[in-house]
């Protein structure tokens, strides 16, 4: 045992030389952002996901992977050749953060052997917790990835078919359909400023408000992640939507660009990697789960986009049909933590005078709110199949 060990050991230590060959040894360790899952119970995958963002493209090595006489698993990962600049970060070095119902442990650390570096130790109840990651390109183009804890004893109900009910518990519906709405931004954070002076966040929350009072009449719960103009985290957002166990997630904002004539409607849906380091069974099934997860934002992303569209082009001051700039792929940061199909809508440019100007009036604002409102009850009523 102890000659397989080094064996090991001597392998690592030969790989982690070839990567620092590729890695820049400027590589900066950007962020960390921990997404608390839900509590452990019959129907929560997702127990959390911890996403970690690079400047530049790292290679993580697993020097270790132990169990402890308790059954505990322990994986220690080098993150080889970081420098940490960044206050938020430092502060999570050398401290033990717990996952939900202490079911998982991880800790960040500055480390000069086996090679200079950052090293992220997690340890785990594997009878409750399975544990993979996948690679990640954030929506500002850092490289990183996103290490998931699922709920171990749900994935083996799943693979025994004795597990009944869908774990994605959108469109079979029990109860009565909940929807969380995100207006972006807000508080200390403007968002972009439109050429007619508006900031974003004004303008999102407004419309945001109106969606939910469209949404509520017809039924569903509701829930802002804020009502007023105050900062909210973007990890605090998907918080909540998993806390009151939403069916979907909608963020909405306003886009910017450099280039004024930049116009139209456009809807995003986070593209779930494969989930690596897990293997087997339960590999799959995690697998599987995030594909069905993302085939459900996807649909999401769709019926609002085509609905949105079609409410813009009736809006009876219309002269130009809106630009459908399509249904995209990115991974912002506040739709990694979702453990429902979330999405999203970027509802018009500020940067464009006639958008910008479009989105200062009241009118054309509820006529927004109205498409995505529809877009949420066309999703309901198509029926995807549950996962």
Not at 11 to 19: D, G, P, R, S
Not at 117 to 140: D, I, K, R, W
Not at 286 to 314: D, V
Not at 365 to 377: L, S
């Amino acid at each position: 045992m102890n000659k397989n060990n080094s064996i090991f050991k001597l392998i690592a230590v030969l790989f982690l030389l070839f990567l620092i060959q590729v890695q820049s040894s400027a590589t900066v360790l950007k962020s960390i952002h921990f997404h608390q899952g839900l509590p452990i119970s019959s129907v929560n995958l997702e127990l959390g996901s911890l996403v970690v963002l690079f400047s530049n493209q790292v290679f993580p090595v697993l020097l270790e992977k132990k169990e402890s006489a308790s059954g505990t698993v322990e994986h220690r990962y080098l993150l080889p050749q970081l420098s940490v600049v960044d206050e938020s970060v430092k502060k999570m070095l050398g401290k033990t953060q717990q996952g939900i119902d202490n079911a998982y442990l991880f800790r960040f650390d500055k480390v000069e052997k086996p090679l200079q570096g950052v090293q992220l130790t997690v340890s785990y109840n594997p009878e409750l917790v399975t544990f993979g990651y996948e690679t990640v390109v954030s929506s500002a183009v850092l490289p990183g990835y996103v290490f998931r804890f699922t709920n171990a004893r749900l994935q083996k109900e799943i693979a025994q078919q004795v597990h009944k009910e869908p774990v994605i518990k959108t469109s079979f519906l029990k109860k009565k359909p909940c929807v969380v709405i995100d207006p972006g931004h807000g508080g200390s954070d403007s968002g972009a400023l439109s050429v007619h002076g508006v900031e974003e966040k004004k303008i999102v929350l407004q419309i945001s408000k109106k969606v939910s009072n469209i949404l509520a009449s017809r039924g569903y719960d509701t829930v802002l992640t804020r009502s007023l103009d105050n900062t909210v985290p973007l990890i605090d957002r998907t918080a909540l939507a998993n806390t009151v166990g939403a069916d979907l997630f909608v963020s909405i904002h306003a886009n910017a660009a450099h280039n004024p004539q930049a116009e139209g409607i456009e809807t995003f849906f986070y593209p779930y990697a494969e989930a690596k380091s897990m293997t087997g069974d339960r590999g799959a099934l995690l697998n599987s789960y995030l594909s069905k997860k993302m085939e459900h934002s996807r649909g999401l992303a769709s019926f609002i986009q085509l609905n949105l569209c079609s409410a813009i082009n009736t809006f009876q001051d219309m002269r130009h049909t809106v630009v459908d700039r399509g249904v995209k792929t990115a991974p912002f940061q506040v739709l990694i933590g979702a453990a429902q199909p979330a999405v999203l809508v970027e509802v018009g440019f500020l940067s464009n005078h006639r958008e910008s100007l479009l989105l200062s009036s009241l009118v054309f604002c509820n006529m927004v709110a109205k498409g995505i409102a529809d877009g949420v009850f066309a999703y309901f009523n198509h029926g995807l199949q549950s996962v």
